[in-house]
């Protein structure tokens, strides 16, 4: 990246709208639009933070009617002279003016480098530079939430406060170095011990966010699974509102896994249909069934769909037989009692309940019947379960692996510092997770091309 270049893009998505945003940001932001920009009076300059309507001009013809903002380095987005143009949102007079603004002496912006040109400048971290493209690409609440928390620095000022308690540890233990003839401790032993065991439980806190944050950023995975003809992929129809999977009173009709999202409450869950388990010879039938368990091992809720007509004893021995994990959920989803009694139904759900020790629901995913309490359920039971104790939530593997092995290295420093290790090498220890907490802020040099795989993910223009 050259910071000394003027760069400019489309910030609004491609195709043809009401109105589009052309983006430039650099030293020579202003000359350019001041080239191209005409006004009824251009007497007065050009305000930091005001708007100015005028058309853009090529050699006196008119390309566009439009609506300019200028934001003066460094009280712009990206620390830079900033300048947006709001144009007309057709194609070509989009690519006109961006071209206008490259013959001007601008160049064209690759993804994510207003962005990166304001974690350059020091304006965002690079945590919360990289939760800018979690915000754009959040399509529910949570996700909404969990980015918006980053953006603002949640995630940064947990990280800065670990960092500056280990500089004035790290410090005084340098200062034990230089005096290290001299036999002198200037570290409290006791405050660096009680330092590093909290250390130690909000690192682990931020980690163990992780499960939750990126199954909300993904959506949380939840198999519906059973046998033959139980109504899976009737529930996934009716659920999603549409005919997603194809029902049929043909045994073994879903052969493959289909996955749907569905939004509960502003949470995604990501809905997966199965085949049916059963005995069988067919050999495409057995490759679903084994993609089935596998499914079922990974998801966070496993739905048990059974019939109501089934005997109360072999639907708990169908759900002890799942072995599920501690981490997982399991409902067991009492279905078709529009077939008996609504008497019998309840009695059924509640001795299953009783019997499997889990939660049990009836309903009817062919007339619809209790569909929204399944719905309910699955959001509380999953909050219930899943709820962090930190309330800063990571959704970043990269973000997840460093907060690993800030970890470790504090452990390692607790255990140098139990067998009396010298204080060099724990000065090197405290080196290293200050090291690592560095890479998530992007407070030390870090690698360009690390760099060019984060900031590669935006869309161009941001």
Do not use: W
């Amino acid at each position: 990246m050259n910071k000394n270049e003027t760069i400019v893009a489309l910030s609004t998505p491609n195709g043809s709208g009401a109105i589009a945003i052309i983006r430039m940001s650099g030293d020579k932001a202003l000359q350019i639009l001041l080239n191209i920009f005409k006004r009824k009076n251009e007497t007065s300059t050009l305000l930091h933070s005001r708007n100015y309507f005028g058309t853009i001009e090529e050699e006196a013809k008119i390309i566009d009617e439009v609506v300019c903002s200028y934001y003066k380095n460094p009280k712009s987005y990206t620390s830079e002279d900033l300048v947006e143009i709001f144009c007309h949102g057709s194609n070509y007079i989009i690519q006109t003016i961006i071209a206008l603004c490259i013959k001007n002496g601008a160049r064209s912006a690759t993804a994510g480098e207003f962005t990166q040109r304001a974690f350059m400048h020091g304006k965002l971290d690079l945590s919360q530079a990289e939760s800018v493209a979690d915000l754009i690409a959040s399509e529910n609440n949570a996700q909404h939430q969990i980015a918006m928390s980053q953006m603002r620095g949640g995630f940064s000022n947990e990280l800065k406060e670990m960092r500056d308690a280990l500089i004035n540890f790290a410090a005084l233990i340098e200062l034990e170095l230089d005096f290290s003839e001299e036999d002198v401790e200037f570290v409290n032993r006791d405050a660096f011990k009680a330092l590093l065991v909290n250390i130690a439980k909000k690192v682990e806190q931020l980690r163990n966010s992780f499960s939750y944050g990126n199954a909300i950023k993904k959506g949380i995975p939840v198999a519906i699974i059973g046998k033959p003809n139980s109504g899976k992929s009737t529930l996934l129809n009716t659920l999603m509102n549409e005919d997603r999977a194809i029902v049929s009173d043909i045994a073994g009709t879903t052969r493959d896994t289909i996955e749907e999202i569905l939004h509960i409450n502003g949470t995604a869950f990501r809905l997966i249909d199965t085949a049916g388990l059963r005995e069988t010879v067919d050999t495409i039938e057995q490759f679903g069934i084994a993609k089935t368990k596998q499914k079922t091992k990974d998801a966070s809720i496993v739905l048990l769909m059974v019939d109501i007509a089934e005997d109360v004893n072999d639907i708990v021995a169908q759900y002890v037989n799942l072995q599920l994990e501690n981490h997982q959920i399991g409902i067991i989803v009492v279905n078709k009692i529009d077939n008996g009694s609504a008497g019998d139904a309840y009695n059924t759900e509640e001795a299953i309940a009783t019997l499997a020790k889990t939660n049990a629901i009836a309903i009817s995913a062919k007339q619809k019947l209790h569909i929204d309490k399944l719905g309910n359920l699955l959001l509380t039971e999953y909050e219930k379960k899943n709820t962090p104790s930190s309330d800063v939530i990571i959704s970043n593997i990269r973000h997840y692996e460093a907060l690993q092995n800030i970890l470790e290295t504090v452990k390692n420093i607790q255990e140098a510092m139990l067998a009396n290790v010298s204080s060099e090498l724990i000065a090197i220890d405290v080196r290293m997770a200050l090291r690592y907490i560095g890479n998530i802020t992007g407070e030390i040099e870090v690698d360009r091309d690390i760099l060019g795989t984060i900031f590669g993910k935006f869309c161009i223009g941001k």
